[in-house]
């Protein structure tokens, strides 16, 4: 009992170095990820938490997977990680090297939030990202003013880095609604300058805006700085555009079979 009550008082004094060496600053990123896991503030993580998390981040989520990730970061064996635990399993990944199979799977969800205007905190998912990148792919890979960009990778950064000079973000916005935008206005030179990079990007929010997305706040310095949560929002929103727009009884008469009986085609 003495033992394991000492071996507790020097992981405590431990945890107390470890906040002090990485600051508030650092301790509060950190924390926003632990969130993202701890879903009942309960401040611990459970196997039925980090099982949701494999999901969402699409990993191998089988009792044994979860079992095994969580006692790799489980110190003291009580079946939860607590924010201690969690947060040594963070410092002896990034500072010593130590890549636990819990470690690995934190940085893949740490790759999925990130910090918006205010310090506010945007997640998305692995999956998003993946889609997003692989229908711009499609849509756009014949395209040879695309060629320089594409094809993305859907497991990188790509599709925040290259879409800040605004040529990828034009082109999928015609795509969605042709010839939203006249070409003829775009700069598609790849040593372009930061004034042309900021022209085409007002050129794509004020087209986007012309077709029906709702772009308020949204600046062209927030794409050039790869922002995830506001490049993801414009995105999906012009993609939906895209797919929404041949949705109509010109083009599948077939529709009017969805008229309730009290309906007429002009209010359909």
């Given amino acids: 009992g003495r033992k394991c009550m000492e071996d507790e008082n020097q992981r405590l004094r431990n945890v107390d170095d470890v906040k002090r060496e990485l600051g508030a600053a650092r301790l509060l990123e950190i924390e926003a990820i632990f969130k993202e896991y701890d879903t009942d503030n309960s401040k611990t993580i459970t196997p039925d938490e980090l099982r949701a998390i494999l999901v969402r981040i699409d990993e191998r989520a089988t009792p044994e997977r979860v079992e095994e990730i969580m006692a790799s970061a489980d110190l003291n064996a009580d079946g939860v990680v607590d924010w201690n635990e969690f947060l040594m399993?963070?410092?002896s990944s990034e500072k010593a090297g130590h890549e636990t199979s819990f470690a690995k799977v934190y940085r893949k969800v740490k790759a999925t939030v990130v910090r918006g205007v205010?310090?506010?905190q945007h997640s998305y998912?692995?999956?998003e990202?993946?889609?997003f990148s692989e229908h711009i792919n499609h849509v756009l890979g014949g395209d040879d003013d695309c060629a320089p960009y594409l094809p993305l990778d859907p497991h990188s950064e790509d599709l925040f880095t290259k879409l800040g000079d605004g040529v990828l973000l034009c082109k999928l916005i015609n795509d969605s609604k042709s010839n939203a935008i006249d070409e003829r206005a775009l700069c598609v030179r790849q040593d372009m300058s930061i004034f042309h990079k900021k022209q085409n990007l007002n050129l794509a929010i004020n087209s986007a805006t012309a077709i029906g997305c709702q772009v308020m706040?949204?600046?062209?310095e927030?794409?050039?700085?790869?922002?995830?949560h506001i490049i993801l929002g414009l995105v999906w929103q012009v993609v939906k555009i895209g797919l929404l727009s041949d949705i109509n009884l010109q083009e599948h008469p077939e529709l009017v079979r969805l008229l309730n009986p009290d309906e007429t085609l002009e209010e359909f």
């Fill in 125 to 127: 998912t692995e999956e």
């Fill in 222 to 228: 927030a794409s050039m700085e790869g922002r995830p």
């Fill in 89 to 91: 399993m963070v410092y």
């Fill in 217 to 220: 706040n949204v600046q062209p």
């Fill in 118 to 120: 205010g310090d506010a």
């Fill in 129 to 131: 990202r993946v889609s």
